[in-house]
């Protein structure tokens, strides 16, 4: 299994709560101030070089116009760790690539952080939260068919290396798509992808090879996303996903005590408890399935994951595996657990980190997890032995064969190396 | 909601398949054709003053695909593709001095049609339509129905909110699929460019009949100012406001609107 350390640039200095109604969309900038900002800025990305240092790899993602996250264009603060850290993979999650109007720029941004990094980038692409379909001013009836678009004219443009194509498709026309640098890791990064409620999405993703994650998901419904996509791939006659394929994030936090994780990890449910936003910034007209959008409309729901989570208590959150947190070997023990619960999954991606909580607290956690957690989990699940499709990505091995991604991808490229010459033999 | 009263009135239905979309068309009484183009809230579908219409003309009634009967093709993305459905479809019919009445966006459809061909129209009349673009870059001609809370963007469309017929919490599963699914035809149709077709404007010219426009004095989504300019750029129009009433008179002051209505068209 892998581990990232995931802080989501928030902006802790919030005014009074019964003076905004959302964080997200129209909450004024008059309200970040860029003297504390900038300082903010650099106590966060200190927080990759400090994951990078103890050996954790690093998830960073992006949102726009609100205080949950100042980090409105990840991929500067990827190139930063790019720079900065040495060892770690560095998640994009993601690129929203249904809310932007040039696909092939995203390609070039991520081929010259692949290539700065010497090829630890994991590069994710999202539809995006429905927030961010008022400042994209992207249609939320287009955003699905966008996504997919534009990550496989991406996956194309990354993938073709004897000059430029053109492309003229349903959202996107290009000419002579030419992408340089070309990119570090071939065929390209390891793409991710996220999702909520939708089984066919998670499959699709699945399906191209893509790791799909999930986000502060209850366990239940992890295991009924994770196994409808593992039921609706066995129905296709395709091989078992290895693990890899399967990520998940809670909030997490580790103490010297139950007491001090206790305390770590109130600090990171800042996040669920500052979330707030207007209901119709959360549901705009075809962003989720018709049924579900339906009863939104009717009150049937109320169109909030964090809404209904949020007024259970702590232990609410422990019992379901979205909040894991405790000594180190409580942690481990909780993960381990989670793993079987939900069918496994092959990447940890830890919030460890929110609101105004101290870099002493979140590098004491991160130290805990990385030294005393990570260690009885690393060998923990299974890892794809070739790259792209599902179909092409033979048996899984045991993720124990490998000392961690790097090497484990270096093993499936090569393998995809030689089907890739068998296949240009055969032709 | 839409379709219970609309059985209790006599009329016939059929879909008809047509190159650009199909459509779902009722039709009521006999006499000349009137074609009535509802709204994007579809309050107009069971409105009782279609049964007073029908004792004089054919009222004919199409569904837009996507407001529960037909499906909106993945090929139609405007207003102004879809307009291609309702030419082909008078054509079918073979509609001659047509009456045209449209709501909102149905009004917004008309001027669509009748820019590209008004041979087959004797006259319009449209109810706060929108469509085009008055102001300047930085203004909002029609107020942002997807940004504000519900309850604002009912103060917009009635004058007096209990006036609105569209109650989603009383919705059986069925009908808040229906309304679920209308609402995302809405957004394909109408999210960006806002409400509006940026070139439908310099083609308003082309429309040579007589075109009624009726605003509600207190509409909050297009205001009574947008409603004048947007009749001037026609040639031939008249403006008429019901007073107290918003973006639906029609709903929510039909003793003011009919006679309005029903006297224009005679």
């Known amino acids: 299994m892998e581990f990232y350390h995931f802080t989501e640039f928030p902006w802790p200095y919030l005014p009074p709560d019964d003076e905004f109604t959302s964080m997200r969309v129209n909450l004024p900038s008059s309200v970040f101030d860029p003297k504390k900002g900038s300082d903010l800025y650099h106590s966060y990305l200190d927080q990759h070089v400090l994951a990078d240092e103890l050996g954790l790899n690093c998830m960073i993602n992006e949102h726009h116009q609100t205080a949950t996250c100042i980090n409105s264009a990840a991929p500067l603060s990827v190139a930063i760790a790019a720079r900065e850290t040495k060892n770690a993979r560095i998640c994009i999650l993601g690129n929203p690539a249904a809310n932007l109007r040039d696909p092939i720029r995203c390609a070039e941004e991520m081929a010259m952080i692949d290539n700065i990094s010497h090829g630890r980038l994991e590069c994710g692409f999202v539809r995006g939260v429905p927030y961010e379909l008022f400042g994209s001013n992207c249609n939320p009836t287009e955003t699905s068919s966008r996504l997919w678009e534009s990550v496989q004219l991406m996956q194309k443009a990354w993938a073709t290396h004897d000059g430029p194509f053109n492309y003229e498709g349903r959202w996107i026309h290009k000419r002579q798509v030419n992408v340089w640098p070309r990119i570090y890791q071939d065929p390209h990064p390891p793409i991710w992808m996220t999702g909520g409620s939708d089984v066919n999405h998670a499959t699709r993703a699945v399906e191209s090879g893509f790791t799909f994650t999930m986000f502060l998901t209850p366990a239940d419904g992890m295991r009924k996303m994770f196994d409808g996509v593992r039921e609706n791939l066995k129905k296709k006659g395709l091989p078992k996903p290895a693990d890899d394929l399967f990520s998940f994030m809670p909030l997490l936090a580790v103490g010297d005590t139950e007491e001090e994780a206790l305390k770590f990890v109130q600090e990171v449910f800042w996040y669920v408890t500052n979330n707030k936003a207007e209901p119709q910034f959360r549901a705009p007209p075809g962003y989720v399935e018709t049924p579900l959008y339906a009863n939104f409309l009717s009150g049937r729901f109320s169109g909030g994951r964090t809404d209904a989570i949020r007024t259970k208590g702590m232990e609410y959150f422990r019992e379901n595996g979205v909040a894991v947190y405790g000594t180190p070997d409580s942690v481990a023990k909780q993960l381990k657990s989670l793993y079987k619960k939900v069918g496994g999954f092959g990447h940890l991606i830890a919030m460890m980190h929110s609101g105004d909580m101290p870099f002493k607290h979140t590098a004491k956690s991160m130290k805990l997890f990385a030294e005393e957690v990570v260690p009885q989990l690393k060998d923990l699940g299974t890892v794809s032995s070739s790259l792209g499709p599902l179909k092409d990505r033979g048996t899984p091995v045991k993720a124990s064969k490998f000392n961690g991604r790097t090497e484990a991808l270096a093993s499936a490229r090569e393998n995809w190396l030689k089907q890739q010459t068998k296949k240009a033999k055969a032709a | 909601m839409a379709s219970k009263t609309v059985r209790a009135i006599r009329g016939s239905s059929r879909t008809y398949n047509l190159p650009i979309a199909d459509l779902y068309v009722q039709q009521f009484g006999s006499g000349a054709p009137l074609l009535w183009l509802h709204s994007e809230d579809y309050y107009e579908l069971d409105l009782p003053l279609i049964q007073k219409l029908a004792q004089k003309y054919k009222v004919i009634v199409p569904w837009m695909p996507g407001y529960g009967k037909t499906d909106l093709p993945d090929t139609v993305r405007t207003v102004d593709d879809l307009s291609y459905a309702y030419l082909d479809l008078m054509q079918k019919l073979k509609l001659e001095k047509t009456r045209v009445v449209g709501f909102s966006m149905g009004g917004w459809l008309a001027n669509e049609i ?46 007096n909110p209990q006036k609105d017929p569209m109650v989603p919490k009383e919705l059986s599963e069925e009908e808040a699929f229906n309304l679920a699914r209308a609402k995302e035809t ?3 149709l109408a999210w960006d460019p806002y409400f509006h077709n940026p070139t439908l404007k310099y083609r308003l010219h082309r429309i040579s009949v007589k075109t009624q426009f009726i605003w509600g004095s207190k509409d909050g989504l297009t205001q009574p100012k947008y409603g004048r300019a947007y009749a001037k750029l026609m040639p031939k129009t008249e403006f ?3 007073a107290g009433a918003a973006h639906f008179p029609h709903v929510e002051k039909p003793d003011s609107f009919d006679p309005v209505l029903e006297n224009f068209l005679r």
């Open chain 2, 114 to 159: 009748a820019s590209k061909d008004c041979s087959r129209i004797t006259k319009m009349s449209l109810v706060c339509p929108v469509g085009v673009k008055i102001g300047g870059a930085y203004d909002r001609d029609i107020e942002d129905i997807y940004y504000h809370p519900t309850a604002t963007v009912q103060s917009f469309k009635f004058s």
């Open chain 2, 186 to 188: 809405t957004a394909k």
């Open chain 2, 240 to 242: 008429t406001t019901i």
